[in-house]
């Protein structure tokens, strides 16, 4: 089954180890493959990963953008068990994320660690004062 | 009972008293576990999960066990594949080997020529032979004595003889004797004499009666009355022409007997009493006394002195028995009139005729002086005088000369001399020779001359099959080459082991070199597993059959089964690449199995230590800290070589 993108123009994305930039045209495109891809909006850039799960999220989109994802895992569990050790109230999350590791669904992962970042985020929040209501 | 009214503050002091004794003992129990969730009823949900993230660490557990059998499944299918390889290139060097030495090599056979049914006969011995054929026969021994009776009655007057009583004569051939005594006084004659002279015998019957005698004796030797009548003649004859015989005197009348018989001047003798009558040759009496004549072969020389004195011969017997009594080996005798001498045998060679002063002896016996009587050979003897056999091998000729000439040959011992001179002259392993019956041999001594016979002699002599025509060389059977047949059989031995290597490759009782497929579970529920499938590595499989014998001894095969090595090779690289890859997938699920484990364990332990404001702070610290981690410093630089780096 292919995945549809939908491109705005000068939108771009990432396929396997190449970038791809849209014109100035909304643009339709179908891929099919075993390629990762990934859009731009589920992109985390280096300089944006300033919190502990959110240098999860890059290391979960490294292996999956990797020809070899294994030279990350080390990177990842290390990351994994600071935030364990941290907050194990996440640790329902990273089970969750271990298991869709570990079955290759990288994609579905790169989501649970989205609502990790949430969660992360309340609680930082709330160690900062910060409650928002 | 009297009522304790507790005041408030004592009940505020018991309050915090009991929830102080509470604490304690929960503080005491944590102490004691290190937990702070001990039971369910501690935090329900923080307990339960714990527990089941530990039930899982333990089912990943066993999951990772099976795992790792698989990965080393894939290992020994790893292990055997690089084995086979080795073994497929070794059997390359050996074919390549095969290649490079040469193919069956046809010898080539000398030229050769045999004779078959040749028939020539042995030599024959050296005949001397003299050439004038008139040397008669030995006249036997004679002596004539006149008696003189007196009277005519033709008695035997022995008193008128004056021959005593007792006289006796022995009449002797060599070999026997007999005695006669003069009985005249008629008293008996001695032991063993024979009587005669007894009154009124005649000399006829006395003759009749000694030769009687002479005849019982076996003395060979007759009287004989010549002539009947008046004065008598009587005649002492020797039987055979062989004999001397010897008249003896002895008795009382010894020195007057034989007088009075007229034998005493017969024949030869020292006295009257001893006398001997010899055979006599008329022709060897011709020859000067004295001359001798000697044949001389190799083994010697014969030599007889003619004459009448002691040790001369002067009859044909004295004659034959001096020659054979000789040290020259040859044969002594009269064929007819004619003297022949013959060699031993014809191996003894020649003999030659000499004397040592005149030449009545040569001339009377019909010798020539240095005379050389040569063996001989009937057939090559047939062989017209300068006919020639030539032998020609490669080109260059040898020629053999029949005859009677030096360097000719003329009897089977010369022909066999001169064809090992001819042999040796071409030299090599040339053979040039005749057998027993002149069969001829001739063999080239090397591989390029043809052999050639001719000549104006018959060739058929020397075999019946024998005739003009060149022969060539030949060329021999194929000879397989030895290095070849090494490399072939080094062949087969290598596909062998490759079969049995492919069989050994298991483990666990999986063999991904024989078919076997492997599935590798990697989850619990086995929704996500691998397969990878097994494939056919013996020598069968590979496509290699085992050659048959001498098949490398053609370049074609070596080519085919080279070829076949090679697809072989490309074959068992492709699936070791795809073993490789499967490998590696196993081995990172593999790893990330095990951390997982790790994960789940840490998890379990630590979800029953949960603290949301703890939880923030420490999450707020682990920020700060990571900015400066090597954690981050470390996904800093991988996400630089990632495509992030285009993105950015």
Redesign the interface.
């Known amino acids: 089954m292919a995945l549809k993108v939908e491109l705005k123009p000068g939108e771009r994305f990432i396929l396997g180890d190449s970038v791809i930039t849209n014109d100035d045209q909304r643009t339709k495109l179908f891929i099919e493959g075993t390629v990762p891809i990934l859009r731009s909006k589920d992109i985390m850039r280096m300089e944006d990963a300033d919190t502990p799960c959110k240098k999860i999220y890059l290391a979960v989109q490294m292996m999956y953008l990797a020809k070899d994802p294994k030279l990350h895992h080390s990177t990842y569990f290390k990351l994994i068990s600071d935030v364990q050790n941290a907050a194990p109230s996440l640790f329902p999350h990273i089970d969750n994320l271990n298991n869709e590791i570990l079955t290759g669904a990288y994609y579905k992962g790169l989501k649970i660690v989205k609502a990790m970042i949430s969660d992360e985020e309340e609680l930082l929040n709330n160690a900062l004062g910060r409650t928002g209501i | 009972m009297t009522d304790i009214i507790l005041s408030s503050g004592v009940r505020g002091n018991l309050l915090s008293l009991q929830n102080t004794a509470n604490l304690l003992e929960r503080t005491q129990e944590r102490l004691a576990t290190g937990l702070k969730v001990n039971s369910a009823l501690d935090d329900p949900t923080a307990f339960f999960?714990s527990a089941s993230?530990n039930n899982?660490a333990a089912d990943l557990s066993r999951l990772l066990d099976s795992i790792s059998l698989g990965v080393q499944t894939l290992e020994a299918a790893d292990v055997g594949i690089k084995a086979i390889t080795d073994l497929l290139e070794t059997a390359q060097a050996s074919a390549r080997q095969a290649l490079q030495a040469p193919g069956p090599l046809s010898p080539a056979v000398a030229a050769s020529i045999t004779g078959t049914g040749a028939a020539i006969a042995a030599d024959a011995a050296a005949v001397a032979t003299g050439s004038i054929t008139n040397v008669a026969a030995d006249t036997a021994a004679v002596g004539t004595g006149t008696v003189v009776t007196g009277g005519d009655a033709l008695e035997l007057d022995v008193t008128n003889l004056n021959i005593a009583d007792g006289t006796t004569i022995t009449i002797s051939d060599g070999t026997t004797s007999r005695t006669f005594e003069f009985d005249t006084a008629g008293d008996g004659v001695g032991a063993g004499n024979f009587g005669i002279g007894a009154t009124n015998q005649t000399l006829a019957q006395a003759i009749t009666a000694i030769n009687g005698e002479l005849s019982t004796a076996t003395v060979n030797a007759t009287f004989t009355d010549v002539d009947g009548g008046g004065d008598s003649q009587i005649q002492l004859q020797a039987s055979n022409a062989t004999d001397s015989i010897q008249i003896t005197a002895g008795g009382a009348g010894s020195a007057t007997v034989l007088a009075a018989l007229g034998l005493d001047a017969i024949g030869s003798g020292p006295d009257a009493t001893d006398r001997t009558i010899a055979p006599t040759n008329a022709t060897l009496d011709g020859i000067t006394a004295g001359e001798t004549l000697t044949f001389t072969t190799a083994a010697g020389s014969s030599t007889v002195t003619f004459g009448t004195g002691a040790g001369q011969s002067n009859t044909r017997a004295e004659l034959l028995a001096a020659l054979n009594g000789g040290a020259s080996g040859a044969t002594f005798a009269f064929n007819g009139n004619t003297l022949e001498a013959t060699g031993a045998n014809a191996a003894a060679g020649d003999i030659t005729v000499a004397v040592t002063s005149g030449a009545s002896a040569l001339s009377t016996l019909g010798f020539t002086s240095g005379a050389v009587s040569t063996t001989t050979n009937a057939t090559l003897g047939a062989i017209t005088q300068g006919q020639t056999l030539t032998i020609d091998i490669g080109g260059t000729t040898e020629t053999v000369t029949f005859g009677s000439g030096a360097n000719e040959v003329n009897t089977l011992a010369e022909f066999n001399t001169r064809l090992a001179a001819i042999q040796t002259s071409f030299g090599g392993s040339t053979v040039v020779s005749a057998d027993a019956d002149g069969n001829l041999t001739v063999t080239a001594n090397n591989t390029i001359g043809s052999v050639t016979l001719g000549g104006t002699a018959p060739l058929t002599t020397f075999g019946t099959n024998l005739n003009t025509t060149a022969v060539a060389p030949t060329t021999g059977t194929p000879v397989n080459n030895v290095i070849r047949e090494r490399a072939e059989a080094d062949y087969n031995t290598l596909l062998t082991q490759v079969t049995e290597l492919a069989r050994d490759a298991r483990f666990n009782g999986n063999n991904l070199l024989q078919n076997d497929n492997l599935t590798i579970f990697?989850?619990e529920n086995s929704?996500?597993s691998l397969t990878i499938s097994g494939v056919d590595f013996d020598a069968n499989g590979l496509g290699l059959t085992s050659q048959a014998a001498g098949s490398f001894q053609t370049n074609a095969n070596i080519d085919t089964a080279l070829e076949g090595l090679e697809a072989a090779i490309i074959q068992i690289r492709t699936q070791a690449g795809t073993f490789g890859s499967n490998l590696?997938v196993v081995?990172?699920?593999q790893?990330?199995?095990s951390?997982?484990i790790?994960?789940?364990e840490?998890?379990g332990a630590?979800?029953v230590?949960?603290d949301?404001?703890e939880?923030?702070?420490?999450?707020?610290?682990?920020?700060t800290r990571?900015q400066l981690s090597s954690?981050?410093l470390?996904?800093?630089s991988?996400?630089?070589q990632?495509?992030?780096r285009?993105?950015?």
């Open positions: 999960t993230l899982r990697f989850n929704t996500s590696s081995e990172t699920r790893q990330f199995t951390s997982l790790q994960t789940l840490t998890g630590d979800l230590l949960a949301i404001n939880e923030g702070a420490n999450l707020l610290a682990l920020q990571q954690t981050a470390s996904l800093a991988q996400a630089d990632n495509v992030l285009l993105f950015g």
